[in-house]
Structure formats: structure tokens, C-alpha cells
């Protein structure tokens, strides 16, 4: 049976609509499911940001160069970008039980070792590992909610699942900033290392492995490695393209091997009987659209968020810790309106909640745009928590979307579909909007100097000011008379948030396009197909 075949027959198949009997004891119970999964998602996603703190602290203590530095995020981006939907088909295979709790195993194990290391070399290893087993941990949770779950609590569930992602992510920079700044960088990494254990002991207890009935029962090792290549020259070509330049043979090199591996990937998946992403896939109008959703939400959110940190310490001079605080109001509504936003999905369907939160967050981005030096915090306040508002509905919807379009046995690949254009859309909107701020600097910076009438700077330190810039430091020294530090720093930072206005104006258009995009989007065709297989 050709993979089309088994796609369109799974959509085709009459669904289990009678809703489950509710489970009796403590395994498989759909509620406990989730608490169980959303302890492991918690130390997967608050690893992402959390790290960013603990980074001139490992520098500093392991005497490591920024290139050395830059590998410890590198390293780990790269390995979870290119595992993720190959971790999902290990889990439709062997089921995701058995993979989220290998993830969870291997993720505090790697967590502890970092925290161990007396060399970076051994730190980057190890983070490589983080990668690769959180990977396998989160395309299986999502498996496990959509098996577990009847069809008129997925989207709660899936709610609930977003608000622990989107509190974690947000949450990471506060609590890294407490660990480093009152024990040490160690435990950064090893706080994971209890938190494992935690979710190992309840995935043991309550767990129940799912496994639908036409399961993949092979591989397709050469498309493994064909989607394993492209996925890296993508994500490495928009890690390094700042650095080298994005008309740099070497970047245009990366990306151009990354549109051929996938079209040759693509031609690959039509003659494989069990195929690593069967195509038929995103013959589904509303998969295809959930996942342009997700990669342009993460455009938006992640590659806005890239400069908000460095605004608020930089530029309003706020500790770490502190910048976690200001940040709270998107943390604490996208907590309390993802589980409502699951709601809603659910009795309103996708589309107008997707658009509605796409349009929240592009008048969001709009409003940061207005964003000044002296802007106070109330007034952040208020577009940090449109932002939140706008965001829950599109990690849920968009969620939903791609997971519920999907067969009950491809729900690990849709679940690596989703994480792999959560990673892209992020990695892409750094990098874009990055080149949009260096950019802007780069042009305003020598005439902004000038007119604050400024010893005249040479090329080579007028581009060794703009590296500052764009990050908003002020390219002073301590020798320097205070007048003349205070108008460079008036200089530097207004040029920053000027960089900074438009980088968010362009993250607004995609928010729009992303509006778009959102309504083609519709509730999952197979969703029902969940809460009504096998049980292992």
C-alpha cells in the first residue's frame, strides 16, 4: 500500500465518535496524562531560554571563547531542529510512551553531566545530547495527549500543554537569573536532573502507551538522512548568516544545499512504502496552513522577543532578573488565556480564534514599534500583555490544527511537523529581523554620530561601534569625559530603537500575513480518531 493510499484511507475511515469510557485508576487517566507530560515539556522548554543566562557565567568559568559560547545554543538548536520529526516516527513506531520516557531519561542525564563538565568542549557535547533527547520527549507528548484525549477535550488539553511551553519559555530568563546570581551556573543544569526524575516516576505510574492499529513498521533510513541534511544546512545557514553575511557565498551555499536536499527529499518520499513524512500529508489544506501558521507565529514571537531582552537590559539597564519581571505580563496571559483559548477552539472551531490572536499580536508588534527610550513600563506592560493575549490562541489553534489533520498514526510526525516549524519560524525570524536591525544601524549610526557632533570615527571603529549598537551597548570606554559617554550613549541607543521599531514593523506585516494564513485553518479532520485505539 503506497503511503498516499494510507492517508487518504485513513481519512476515509469511519471514526470512533462515542466518547471513552473515563479511565479507571491511575494509567491512561487523559488528566494525570497530561500533568505527567507537562512536567517533562516544562524542562525541555525552560532549557530554551534559560540557558541564554547562565552564558557569560560558563564564559567567565570555563575561560571559553564567544565562538565556544555561541556552540553551547548552536549545538543545541541544531540537534533538536534536525531530530524532531524523526523522533515523532520513532514514537508512531515503538510508541510514545517508551520514547517521552527515554527523552526524559536522557535529557536530565545530559543536564547533570553539563553541570559536571570542566571543559566547553565537554558543555557542547552534552548540549548536543539535550537536544537529541528532547527531541524524542516532545513530538511523544503531544502523541500522547492526541491518543488519550476525546476529541472535545483535545483542545483544553492542548491549552494547557501551550500555557506550560509558553510560561516555561518565558519564565527561563527569571529563573536562570536567580540561579546564577545567588548559586551558580551548575545549577542551571542540574535543577533538570530532579525535575527528570519527577517525570520518569509519574510517566511509569500513569503512562499508558497508544498505538494505532496500521502503526509504521519500517524506516526510511534515506529519508532520514535526507530530511536530517536539509534540516541542517537550513537552520545553520540562518545561525551564520549574520556573522558571514547573507550574500556570502557561504550562506547562499547552505541555503541553496537546503532547497536541493528537500526537493530531492520530496522526490524520495513518493517511492518509499512507509515514507519518513508521507506527502499526502499536506494534501490537507488546513495541515499545511497550521504549519505556515506556526513557522510565521515564531517569526513574529521569537525574533521579536530576540531584541525585547536586549532593549530592557541594555537600553533601560535591568538586570536579567529584573527583565524576567517586566516580561511577566506576556507570561501571565499567555497562562491564563491558553487553557480559554482551548475553549473557545473547541466550541468555536480554529479559524476565528487563530485569526483573532494573529491580529492581537500584529497590533502588538505594532505598538512595540512605538517603542521609546524613556517608554515606561506600564505602557510595556500593555503590549507585553496583548502580546500573550494574541500568542495562546495560535500555539493552541495552530497545534490542533496540524496534529488533528493528521492520521492516529502519523500524530508523532504531525507532532514533529509542528516543533520542526516552531524551530524554523524562530531561527528564520532571528535572523531576518537581526539583519533588518544591523542593517538600520549600519545606516543611521555614522550620520546619528555626527549630528551629535562626535569625534569622527573611522570605518573600522564605526563598524566596531555598530556590533555594539545593534545590541544596544554603548560603544563608550571609562577613560571617555562623561559629556561625551553620555552623547554616545544618547547616540546608541537611539539608534538601537530606531533598528528596533522597524525590525517589530516587519514582524507586524508577517503577523498580518500570518492573519491570512490562519483563516484557511479549520478543526482537525482525524481528531476524533484519538481516545479510541489500542491500548499496549
Not at 388 to 395: I, K, N, Q, R, S
Request: aromatic share 6%.
Amino acid at each position: 500500500m503506497t503511503s498516499q493510499t494510507t492517508v487518504e484511507k485513513a481519512s476515509r475511515e469511519p471514526r470512533n465518535t462515542a466518547v471513552p469510557a473515563p479511565a479507571k485508576g491511575l494509567r491512561g487517566h487523559p488528566w494525570l496524562t497530561l500533568f505527567s507530560v507537562a512536567i517533562g515539556v516544562m524542562m525541555v522548554a525552560l532549557d530554551g531560554t534559560i540557558v541564554a543566562i547562565a552564558n557569560p557565567a560558563i564564559q567567565h568559568d570555563l575561560k571559553a571563547s564567544l565562538a565556544d559560547v555561541q556552540w553551547i545554543t548552536n549545538g543545541y538548536m541544531l540537534a533538536l531542529a534536525v531530530s524532531l520529526i524523526t523522533a515523532g516516527k520513532l514514537g508512531d513506531r515503538f510508541g510514545h510512551r517508551q520514547t517521552f520516557l527515554i527523552g526524559v531519561v536522557g535529557f536530565a542525564a545530559a543536564s547533570g553531566a553539563i553541570g559536571l563538565s570542566d571543559s566547553v568542549a565537554l558543555v557542547i557535547v552534552f548540549r548536543v545530547l539535550q537536544g537529541l533527547f528532547g527531541a524524542l520527549l516532545m513530538p511523544a507528548a503531544l502523541g500522547l495527549l492526541r491518543a488519550t484525549f476525546p476529541a472535545e477535550k483535545l483542545n483544553m488539553a492542548i491549552g494547557i500543554w501551550g500555557m506550560v511551553i509558553g510560561a516555561s519559555t518565558a519564565g527561563g530568563p527569571i529563573l536562570g537569573g536567580v540561579l546564577v546570581e545567588h548559586v551558580n551556573w551548575q545549577s542551571v543544569f542540574f535543577i533538570n536532573v530532579p525535575v527528570g526524575v519527577i517525570a520518569l516516576l509519574l510517566g511509569l505510574v500513569i503512562l499508558k502507551d497508544h498505538r494505532a492499529e496500521n502503526a509504521p513498521r519500517s524506516f526510511d533510513i534515506g529519508g532520514i538522512v535526507l530530511l536530517s541534511q536539509a534540516m541542517f544546512c537550513l537552520i545553520w545557514a540562518l545561525i551564520k548568516g549574520a556573522e558571514w553575511g547573507w550574500g556570502d557565498y557561504k550562506t547562499l551555499g547552505f541555503l541553496g544545499g537546503a532547497v536541493a536536499l528537500f526537493v530531492v527529499f520530496a522526490i524520495s518520499q513518493k517511492n518509499v512504502r512507509e515514507p519518513l513524512i508521507p506527502l499526502a500529508m499536506f494534501r490537507s489544506l488546513p495541515l499545511s496552513a497550521g504549519t505556515v501558521l506556526m513557522v510565521l507565529m515564531a517569526f513574529a514571537f521569537m525574533g521579536g522577543l530576540f531584541f525585547v531582552t536586549f532593549y530592557l537590559q541594555n537600553v533601560h539597564g535591568l538586570s536579567p532578573v529584573d527583565s524576567g519581571l517586566h516580561l511577566l505580563p506576556l507570561t501571565g496571559m499567555m497562562i491564563v488565556a491558553s487553557p480559554v483559548a482551548g475553549a473557545m477552539i473547541t466550541k468555536f472551531g480554529p479559524r476565528v480564534p487563530l485569526v483573532g490572536g494573529m491580529v492581537c499580536t500584529a497590533v502588538a508588534m505594532f505598538g512595540m514599534s512605538r517603542l521609546e527610550v524613556g517608554t515606561s513600563t506600564l505602557t510595556m506592560s500593555i503590549w507585553f500583555g496583548l502580546l500573550g493575549l494574541g500568542l495562546a490562541p495560535v500555539m493552541v489553534g495552530a497545534t490542533e490544527v496540524i496534529v488533528g489533520n493528521a492520521p492516529m498514526e502519523l500524530s508523532g510526525v504531525a507532532g514533529g511537523l509542528q516543533q520542526s516549524a516552531m524551530q524554523v519560524g524562530g531561527s528564520l525570524g532571528t535572523a531576518v529581523l537581526g539583519a533588518v536591525m544591523a542593517s538600520q544601524v549600519d545606516s543611521n549610526l555614522g550620520d546619528n554620530w555626527k549630528a551629535a557632533q562626535l569625534p569622527p570615527l573611522s570605518p573600522q571603529q564605526l563598524d566596531q561601534a555598530s556590533s555594539a549598537v545593534e545590541v544596544g551597548i554603548p560603544p563608550v570606554s571609562g577613560n571617555m569625559p562623561p559629556e561625551i559617554a553620555q552623547k554616545i550613549t544618547d547616540v546608541a541607543h537611539d539608534t538601537f530603537v530606531s533598528g528596533m521599531s522597524t525590525a517589530f514593523t516587519v514582524a507586524g506585516v508577517v503577523a498580518v500575513a500570518a492573519a491570512l494564513v490562519a483563516t484557511l485553518a479549520k478543526r482537525g479532520q482525524n481528531a476524533e480518531a484519538g481516545a479510541g485505539v489500542g491500548h499496549i
